[in-house]
C-alpha cells in the first residue's frame, strides 16, 4: 500500500507492507536512525518516541499506514543545518543529561515539544514530560539542569553547567562537551544497528522452557529444510571448546564450564539451538519446526538448595586444572556424568562442584576470637540481597562479517579485547584473524562484560561466509544476560563503649546460578570494597559461592561492593545504635583517613594475593562533614501527615580505579601534519565520557584546544591493547596511557624543534596554543610534524604510553538519605539523596555527576523495588521493564544531589580517580538506617518492600 505523510518537513510518498511496524518502517525503510527499538514493541523505554501533529507518540505503538496523512518529527527535526545540534540538544550533551546517548534523541525531543508548550517548565513540568522514557545512565537530574542551561542561554544569562576544579590546568576538570556529544545527541548513526549491512543474516535463539534438563533428543532436519534457513548451530555441531562468558584477564579467576551449546540446560532460557536465516520470520519458523525432548531435573533455586546435603548437581561433569589439581582429583571425577559436560579451572579457586561449590575462599587478619572477648558489645545479624538487573536501554547486540579471510565483529561490549580472544579460541583461529569494533554501547553497566551473543554470531558467519546480525529481545535481556548476584551475608562486629572496634567479620554466600562467569571475583569485592574502609587489628572473611539453577549472574556497576556495603554499613548503624551512640561518631572513630596503611588489601585479591594499600588521597573526612550539614543530620525532620514519619541516614563507600597488578591499559598519540592531535586508544567508552577523559589528557599535555583532539578507541586493529573498561579502569587506567603516551609525544616535540632550531631542548617548552617557544623562533605543532614527514625529517611522530601499577588510587564516598515511610502502607519515598564524592580531580565534572546521580538511582532502585522473582520451577514471573520495577523519572528524590570533594591523588592522571562504580554503593544501607530512624526498625534483606516494613512494624 502507499501512504504520503511529511517527514521532518518533506513531503513523502512511499511504498509499505501492511501492517508494518511503524518504528521499523522509520529505521529501516526511511532511514531514520534515531527512532529505536527497545523493549519488543511495548513503548515502555520510550527510545521510539516520534512526534504525530506534534503530539509524542510511540512509533512502536503504530503500524506505518497510521502515518498516512500525518506531520511526522523525528529528532533529525531539530537540527538547525546538517550535522548540527539545535541549542536545547547543545545544552543536553553540555548539562552531561548525554552519556550512553541511545535514548539521547528521545529525550531531545521531548524536551523540545515540552518547550513548544511551555516558554519556562518547573521541575514537575519536565518530570512530566520525560516520564515515559527510561534513562538508567544519568539518574535523570542532569536533564534539570539542560533546561536551566537552555532558558539561561536564550536569555543570555551566564551559567556554568557544572562548576569547575583545577584551576591550574585548561581542560582537565572544566566542564566541556563530550567530543562524541554531536553525534549521540544529534541520533546520527553510532551503535550496532546502525552497521548492520541490507544482505546481512538474523539469528535467532531457541531457548530451554526448563530451569534444569538434559536434551535427550534434538531434531533440526524439518527445520534445515525450510525457505531462507542458512544454520541451524546446537550442542551436536558446535566447537567442542570450554570457556567463560566472563570478560576478564587471561587466565580468568572463573571456571571455563560451558561450551556454545550444552547438552544440559541450566537455566529458564538457556541456549538449545541457534537459527541462522534470511529474514526473522523465516528464523522464528524454522525455531517452532525443531523437536526438542528433555529429561527434566529438580532445579536448584537458591543457596539453601544448593548446599543441601544430596541436593541435585548443577555440575556434575568431569574436573581439569591447568595448574594446581587437587591431589584426590582422580577419586572427584569417578562418578562425573560426561553428559554435563566438564569444567577446567586455569588454577584453583575453592571449587568442588560435588558440593555445588563454584569458588570459596577466606583469610583475615589478627585474631578475631580474641578481638571478641575484648569487646564490650558484640552485634551479629545477617542481612540478604536479591537478583538484580542491569536494564541497559539497549539490549545485547552483534553484527559479524567476513573481511577476507578474517571475522569481524562489531559489538556493544566493555571488553573489545577479551572478546577478540574468547571468539578467536571458540572459532580455532589464531588473534590477528578477528577483528572486534566496539560501537557506542547504549548502557552496559557491567553486562556487557559478558560475551553473550559474540561467539555465536561469529560462529556462524564463519561458517556461512555471510553476515549475521542478533539483538536480543526484551526477554532474552533478563533470561540469559547477567545480573546481580544474590548474597547472604553475616557480620559479626565486637566493639569497646567508646566504639573502637576490636573484631570485624563477615561471611558471605552466593549465588553464581548456572554458570560460574565472575563468580569468585564478585562476591569476593564484597568484602575487599567494604571492610577497608574500617581499621580493625582483628578481621576475618569467608566467601562461598554456589551454583544453582536460578537465572544468570555476572557483573554489574558495583561488582559485589553494593551487596557488601549494605550488610557492613548497615551493621555499623545497628552497631552505634546498641551502643547507644551516634552512627556518626562510631564512623569517625574507626574510618580509613589519608595516611592509613590497609594492609588487609593484601589478601583481598582477585584470584592472586593483592597488594596492601597505602592511602595517599582520601577526602572522606570532608564529604562526611558537608553531607551532615547539607541533610541537617542531626536536626529530626517532622511530617505534616500523621500517618508518615521522616528518617535519616547515611554510609561511608569506597571502590577501586582499576585492579593494580592486573590491568594494563596502552595508548598512542600522534601528531598529524597539521599540528592536530589522534588519541588511539584501546578503552570502550560505555557512555562514561572515556573518550573525553583521553582527550583531555591529550589536550591539557600538548597545549593545544580540546576541539583539536579526536579519539579513536575500542578496535582491536587501530589500537593498542586495553584490559577493558570494567572494575573502575577507565579514567585509572586507559587516561593514564592516554597521558603517558602524550607526555611521550611532547618529548618528542620538543626533541624534534631542537634539532630544527639548532638549540638544547632543555630552552624550549610547548605553550598554548600548540607552539613551540623558547628557540631563537617560534615553532607551531604543524611546522614540526611537516618537517618530520619532509624528503629529510625522521618521519611522523607520536607517542606511547603503558599504563600499569601496583598502586591503590581508592575512591570515597558518603551518601545521606531522607525518607519518608508511610506507618499504614509501609510506602517509602525518598526525599533527599546528598551523595558527596572523592574522585580525585574530576576530570569531566558534569558527566562525572551523571554517573554519581546514575549510580545512586540504580542503588535506591535495589533498596525499594527491583528484584528478579522466580516461581517454584525457576521461571521468571517478571522478566518486562513494565513488571520489573526499575526507578523511572517520578521515583527521583525531590531534593538530590551529586558533589565532589577534591583531592590529589599521586598515581592518578592529573590527580584523578574512579567514578563510575562507586555510587551504586550508598543507598541500601543509607535508607535502612533512614527507614529505622523514621519507624524503629531494621529492614536486612533488598528489596524494602512495604510488605516487609509492616512485618517488621507488627502490623501486617
Given at each position: 500500500m502507499r501512504i504520503q505523510f511529511t517527514l521532518n518537513g518533506i513531503a513523502r510518498t512511499v511504498t509499505v507492507e501492511p501492517g508494518m511496524n511503524a518504528q521499523k518502517f522509520l529505521q529501516t525503510v526511511m532511514h531514520i536512525p534515531s527512532v529505536r527499538s527497545g523493549d519488543d514493541g511495548t513503548g515502555y523505554i520510550g527510545n521510539d518516541v516520534i512526534l504525530v501533529d506534534q503530539t509524542p507518540m510511540s512509533a512502536q505503538r503504530l503500524i506505518a499506514a497510521q502515518l498516512h496523512g500525518r506531520d511526522i518529527r523525528t529528532v533529525e527535526s531539530l537540527s538547525p543545518e546538517p550535522g548540527k545540534l539545535s541549542d536545547l540538544q547543545r545544552a543536553l550533551v553540555d548539562s552531561g543529561a548525554v552519556q550512553d546517548g541511545y535514548n539521547s534523541p528521545a529525550a531531545a525531543l521531548l524536551l523540545h515539544d515540552l518547550l513548544n508548550r511551555v516558554a519556562e517548565p518547573d521541575r514537575a513540568q519536565v518530570q512530566d514530560a520525560l516520564s515515559g522514557l527510561f534513562v538508567r545512565d544519568c539518574g535523570y537530574e542532569p536533564f534539570f539542569t539542560a533546561i536551566e542551561l537552555y532558558l539561561a542561554r536564550r536569555q543570555g544569562r551566564d551559567m556554568e553547567p557544572a562548576p569547575s576544579f583545577r584551576p591550574e590546568y585548561r581542560e582537565v576538570g572544566k566542564p566541556r562537551a563530550r567530543v562524541d556529544g554531536q553525534g549521540l545527541a544529534g541520533g546520527m548513526k553510532a551503535f550496532v544497528e546502525d552497521r548492520v549491512a541490507p544482505e546481512a543474516l538474523v539469528l535467532h535463539m531457541l531457548r530451554s522452557p526448563h530451569a534444569h534438563a538434559y536434551i535427550t533428543e534434538i531434531d533440526t532436519s524439518e527445520a534445515e529444510t525450510m525457505p531462507g534457513v542458512h544454520l541451524i548451530v546446537t550442542h551436536e555441531n558446535c566447537p567442542e571448546t570450554n570457556y567463560t562468558q566472563a570478560g576478564q584477564g587471561f587466565p580468568e579467576p572463573s571456571p571455563h564450564d560451558r561450551r556454545?551449546?550444552?547438552?544440559?540446560?541450566?537455566?529458564?532460557?538457556?541456549?538449545?539451538?541457534?537459527?541462522?536465516?534470511?529474514?526473522?520470520?523465516?528464523?522464528?519458523?524454522?525455531?517452532?519446526?525443531?523437536?526438542?525432548?528433555?529429561?527434566?531435573l529438580e532445579p536448584v533455586l537458591n543457596i539453601e538448595q544448593a548446599e543441601r546435603e544430596g541436593a541435585p548437581l548443577v555440575h556434575g561433569g568431569p574436573q581439569e586444572y591447568v595448574v594446581g589439581a587437587p591431589d584426590d582429583l582422580d577419586e572427584m571425577n569417578r562418578d562425573s556424568d560426561p553428559r554435563d559436560g566438564k569444567i577446567t579451572y586455569q588454577f584453583p579457586i575453592g571449587a568442588n562442584p560435588r558440593?555445588?561449590?563454584?569458588?570459596?575462599?577466606?583469610?583475615?587478619l589478627g585474631d578475631t576470637e580474641a578481638g571478641?572477648?575484648?569487646?564490650?558489645?558484640?552485634?551479629?545479624q545477617t542481612y540478604k540481597t536479591g537478583q538484580i538487573y542491569c536494564t541497559p536501554p539497549e539490549t545485547h547486540v552483534v553484527y559479524t562479517h567476513m573481511d577476507n579471510n578474517r571475522v569481524v565483529v562489531h559489538a556493544s561490549t566493555q571488553v573489545p579485547w577479551h572478546v577478540r580472544r574468547l571468539v578467536a579460541t571458540v572459532l580455532g583461529l589464531p588473534q590477528n584473524r578477528v577483528r572486534v569494533v566496539k560501537e557506542r554501547v547504549g548502557g552496559g553497566y557491567g553486562s556487557k562484560q559478558d560475551i553473550l551473543l559474540e561467539d555465536v554470531c561469529a560462529w556462524a558467519t564463519y561458517r556461512t561466509n555471510r553476515p549475521v546480525y542478533s539483538h536480543y529481545t526484551r526477554t532474552e535481556e533478563f533470561t540469559a544476560c547477567s545480573s546481580r548476584h544474590p548474597m547472604t551475608i553475616r557480620v559479626k562486629l565486637g566493639a569497646k563503649k567508646d566504639g573502637t572496634l576490636t573484631a570485624v567479620e563477615m561471611h558471605s554466600k552466593a549465588d553464581t546460578g548456572p554458570y560460574g562467569n565472575h563468580c569468585l571475583t564478585v562476591p569476593m569485592n564484597a568484602c575487599s570494597k567494604s571492610l577497608p574502609l574500617f581499621l580493625c587489628d582483628n578481621v576475618s572473611f569467608s566467601v562461598t559461592i554456589f551454583y544453582s539453577n536460578i537465572l544468570p549472574t555476572g557483573a554489574y556497576q558495583g561488582y559485589g561492593a553494593p551487596q557488601g556495603s549494605f550488610a557492613l554499613q548497615t551493621a555499623i548503624a545497628e552497631l552505634a545504635h546498641e551502643l547507644g551512640m551516634s552512627h556518626m561518631d562510631v564512623v569517625e572513630k574507626n574510618r580509613v583517613r589519608q595516611g592509613s596503611r590497609l594492609e588487609l588489601m593484601r589478601i583481598l585479591g582477585e584470584g592472586r594475593e593483592g597488594v596492601a594499600a597505602d592511602i595517599e588521597s582520601c577526602g572522606l573526612g570532608d564529604a562526611l562533614k558537608r553531607g551532615a550539614q547539607s541533610m541537617e543530620l542531626d536536626t529530626p525532620a517532622t511530617s505534616n501527615d500523621p500517618d508518615v514519619c521522616i528518617g535519616k541516614g547515611f554510609a561511608i563507600i569506597q571502590q577501586g580505579s582499576g585492579l593494580p597488578g592486573l590491568d594494563?591499559?596502552?595508548?598512542?598519540?600522534?601528531?598529524?601534519?597539521?599540528?592536530?592531535?589522534?588519541?588511539?586508544?584501546?578503552?570502550?567508552?560505555?557512555?562514561?565520557?572515556?573518550?573525553?577523559?583521553?582527550?583531555?589528557?591529550?589536550?591539557?599535555?600538548?597545549?593545544?584546544?580540546?576541539?583539536?583532539?579526536?579519539?579513536?578507541?575500542?578496535?582491536?586493529?587501530?589500537?593498542?591493547?586495553?584490559?577493558?573498561?570494567?572494575?573502575?579502569?577507565?579514567?585509572?587506567?586507559?587516561?593514564?596511557?592516554a597521558m603517558l603516551a602524550a607526555r611521550d609525544l611532547h618529548k618528542k616535540v620538543l626533541k624534534r624543534a631542537a634539532h630544527i632550531l639548532e638549540t638544547s631542548v632543555d630552552d624550549l617548552r610547548l605553550d598554548y596554543p600548540g607552539v613551540v617557544t623558547g628557540g631563537p623562533r617560534e615553532l607551531t605543532l604543524a611546522q614540526i610534524a611537516h618537517d618530520a614527514e619532509s624528503g629529510e625529517g625522521l618521519g611522523p611522530i607520536w607517542g606511547r604510553g603503558s599504563f600499569t601499577t601496583e598502586h591503590h588510587a581508592i575512591p570515597y564516598g558518603a551518601h545521606f538519605a531522607q525518607v519518608a515511610v508511610n506507618k499504614?502502607?509501609?510506602e517509602v519515598r525518598v526525599q533527599k539523596y546528598h551523595a558527596l564524592h572523592d574522585c580525585g580531580t574530576p576530570i569531566n565534572p558534569e558527566l562525572a555527576a551523571g554517573q554519581i546521580y546514575g549510580g545512586a538511582l540504580k542503588s535506591m532502585g535495589h533498596a525499594l523495588w527491583e528484584e528478579m522473582v522466580l516461581d517454584e520451577t525457576g521461571t521468571p514471573e517478571n522478566p518486562t521493564m513494565e513488571e520489573y520495577c526499575a526507578p523511572g523519572m517520578l521515583d527521583i528524590p525531590e531534593d538530590f544531589r551529586a558533589d565532589f570533594v577534591v583531592t590529589d591523588d599521586p598515581h592518578g592522571p592529573f590527580g584523578a580517580k574512579s567514578i563510575s562504580e562507586i555510587a551504586t554503593n550508598g543507598a541500601a544501607p543509607a535508607i535502612a538506617e533512614a527507614i529505622h530512624d523514621a519507624v524503629g526498625v531494621w529492614i536486612r534483606d533488598w528489596p524494602f518492600t512495604p510488605e516487609k516494613i509492616l512485618r517488621a512494624m507488627g502490623t501486617l
Open positions: 556454545m551449546f550444552n547438552r544440559k540446560v541450566r537455566h529458564v532460557g538457556d541456549r538449545v539451538a541457534a537459527v541462522v536465516a534470511e529474514t526473522h520470520e523465516a528464523a522464528q519458523a524454522a525455531m517452532d519446526r525443531i523437536r526438542v525432548e528433555y529429561e527434566v558440593k555445588n561449590i563454584a569458588a570459596s575462599i577466606s583469610g583475615g571478641f572477648e575484648q569487646a564490650d558489645v558484640v552485634l551479629e594494563q591499559a596502552n595508548g598512542r598519540v600522534c601528531l598529524c601534519s597539521d599540528g592536530s592531535v589522534l588519541v588511539q586508544q584501546g578503552g570502550a567508552d560505555l557512555g562514561t565520557g572515556l573518550d573525553t577523559v583521553m582527550a583531555k589528557m591529550a589536550a591539557e599535555t600538548m597545549q593545544v584546544p580540546l576541539d583539536k583532539v579526536a579519539v579513536v578507541s575500542g578496535d582491536t586493529d587501530a589500537t593498542p591493547f586495553d584490559t577493558g573498561a570494567y572494575a573502575s579502569s577507565g579514567t585509572f587506567f586507559s587516561g593514564g596511557a499504614r502502607t509501609g
